[in-house]
């Protein structure tokens, strides 16, 4: 019975599965945006600090838009299990590639399940992830302005305040 059900979704079956897998990464990034934001909190980057709590609920936000369109369409989405967090790190430019490190892996799985949609013609789904797409490229893009200000600056005293700064209000 469960599998007749699942073959008269409205959302393509594979599809779901590689959803889902998604919310977990992006339960994950959520968990890992939380322990870097603690870190820097820790260290007296206050700026920083606020740029990854914001991350952390940004990647939770994410999760449940991907959660709530597989339910919304027939499916079953699944609560993740979130486990692996690192929480600690040398430097703030380590947590700074670690994070685009994360948000690259966030970029490929979505063009995979993207590509997979084209190939089994689920339309709906691919146009729901357009969205996650262009905001991919845009967190890919944020966080290699900021390791940037690293090469141009330094990483010591004064010029990592001046980069927390800076991270804190986007510049």
Not at 4 to 27: C, F, H, P, T, Y
Not at 52 to 69: A, C, V
Not at 94 to 102: G, P, R, T, W
Not at 127 to 144: G, P, T
Request: aromatic residues 8%.
């Amino acid at each position: 019975m469960k599998d007749i059900v699942r073959q008269k979704l409205g959302i393509n079956v594979d599809i779901m599965d590689m959803l889902n897998e998604q919310i977990s990464k992006e339960a994950h990034s959520s968990a890992a945006y939380l322990a870097m934001a603690s870190w820097c909190d820790h260290n007296g980057l206050t700026g920083s600090a606020e740029f990854f709590y914001k991350q952390s609920t940004e990647e939770r936000e994410h999760m449940l838009k991907i959660f709530r369109f597989i339910n919304e369409n027939g499916g079953t989405a699944y609560s993740p299990e979130v486990n692996n967090v690192l929480h600690d790190f040398n430097s703030l430019q380590e947590i700074f590639e670690s994070a685009l490190d994360q948000e690259i892996a966030i970029t490929k799985s979505i063009n995979n399940i993207v590509a997979k949609c084209r190939k089994v013609q689920d339309f709906a789904s691919e146009h729901f992830l357009q969205w996650f797409v262009n905001e991919q490229m845009e967190e890919e893009n944020q966080i290699r302005r900021i390791l940037e200000m690293f090469d141009l600056m330094g990483t010591d005293g004064i010029a990592l305040k001046l980069i927390d700064e800076r991270v804190k209000h986007g510049e």
